[in-house]
């Protein structure tokens, strides 16, 4: 249940919903996907809590954040995780985003300067949708709007029917997850969820990556319409400043693995944090 201590203030006046275990160990911070929320993570907040301080967050407009027509960007989602940061006065952050949330947290890391970050984890991100490049299999490329709005526009007219939609390519997601994803998608209002989709689909988060000097985790399987498979072997390859690029592949050709594989997710997830916790050992 939520409580006041739930929320903080952003600079431009929004409440922002953010649940945390405590602690003084190294803070992982979770970013939901598009439609998805904190309660999205059930699976994996007490297994990652049982090693790190966990912390999820609603992005504006999603969950139990604040909804406002307008704003609804990557830029000012990036100022939001940073806003978080300092509101619980966090450093050494492990920042990991899943599909449109790892959008943001690759937007945030060229944004903010890598401010307090000790890594990020980008799990099946989409990190420039919209683009021409050969890496890009994410069935809106080369600028394909008029897919964007086939289908997203049912979200648009209908969000619950967009959910049914998802339940039916992830045949596999228990009952728990679906009501889950139900709701969440009900608590995203179109007129945030349109603007902000489409605003990360027109930003390049690809090129910034070669400007990274922090352990960068890419996460890719092989899907239907996200299919970050390719992109993310890319990414890996632009991490030239990077101490510790890391690659992590899931075979079950589904965007949802953090519920779906959730068990292998956590497993990368701690693999990938346990190899900054020596690389920052190792530092004199």
């Known amino acids: 249940m939520a409580t006041k201590e739930n929320f903080f203030r952003t600079s431009d006046g929004l409440y922002l919903y953010f649940e945390d275990t405590g602690g003084d160990r190294r803070p992982l911070i979770l970013i939901p996907g598009f439609a998805c929320s904190t309660r999205t993570f059930h699976r994996n907040i007490p297994v990652l809590a049982e090693h790190y301080r966990v912390i999820t967050m609603d992005p504006r407009g ?5 909804k406002v027509a307008g704003n609804n960007r ?5 100022q939001d995780i ?12 492990i920042l990991i985003g899943h599909s449109l949330g790892g ?8 944004k903010c300067g890598e401010y307090k970050l000790s890594g990020i984890i980008l799990a099946d991100a989409s990190l420039y949708a919209f683009g021409e490049a050969e890496w890009n299999q994410h069935q809106a490329n080369h600028y394909n709007i008029d897919g964007w709005l086939q289908r997203m526009g049912v979200y648009m007219n209908s969000p619950e029917t967009y959910a049914e939609n998802v339940y039916k390519n992830n045949t596999a997601m228990e009952e728990i997850d679906r009501e889950i994803f139900r709701d969440s998608t009900r608590a995203l209002p179109p007129f945030c969820g349109a ?3 489409l605003d990360t689909y027109h930003t390049d988060n690809m090129t910034p990556l070669a400007n990274r000097t922090i352990p960068v985790g890419i996460m890719v399987t092989r899907s239907g319409y996200h299919n970050a498979w390719e992109s993310g072997h890319e990414a890996v390859k632009r991490l030239v400043h990077s101490p510790l690029p890391v690659l992590y592949e899931f075979f079950g050709g589904n965007h949802m693995f953090p519920v779906l594989e959730a068990q292998r997710f956590n497993e990368c997830i701690l693999d990938f944090a346990v190899q900054v916790d020596r690389l920052e050992g190792q530092k004199p």
């Open 62 to 66: 999603h969950g139990r954040s604040m």
């Open 74 to 78: 990557l830029d000012r989602m990036a």
């Open 82 to 93: 940073k806003e978080l940061i300092d509101y619980l006065d966090l450093k050494n952050v």
């Open 103 to 110: 959008s943001q947290v690759a937007h945030y890391a060229e």
């Open 195 to 197: 603007e902000f989709h």
